[in-house]
């Protein structure tokens, strides 16, 4: 099983970035996906969750109206959509997918939100 992140960056304030996954190795429609982050000196927390056909999904408050999550099964890839993006969203964001009871994550893309 593998996941990869892609799309991190230095972005100012209010700016915009769009978080990839590609995986493989399993079943991809057949799990709900996850983005957590972790900031520095904090605790790793969950950013948002899709289903495995996109029909439910699932926000933090801090992010809720400002970020997107996303899926295509066809590519077996999942995406955050980051809008208007402050300086607290800095962190290291991972990819991530639970199989019976073992949690699986990628290796992580750094987002700076910084002028």
């Known amino acids: 099983l593998q996941l990869v992140e892609s799309g991190g960056g230095l972005v100012q304030p209010g700016g915009s970035l769009r978080l990839s996954c590609a995986a493989s190795g399993f079943l991809f429609s057949n799990y709900h996906m996850s983005w957590y982050r972790q900031a520095p000196g904090k605790e790793r927390e969950l950013v948002a969750t899709i289903s495995g056909v996109g029909v439910s999904i699932n926000y933090a408050d801090v992010v809720k109206g400002r970020f997107t999550i996303s899926r295509d099964n066809a590519k077996n890839t999942v995406y955050l959509q980051m809008n208007s993006l402050k300086p607290e969203d800095t962190a290291v964001y991972y990819c991530?997918?639970?199989?019976?009871?073992?949690?699986?994550w990628g290796q992580g893309t750094q987002v700076t939100v910084s002028s």
């Open positions: 991530s997918v639970l199989q019976r009871v073992t949690r699986y």
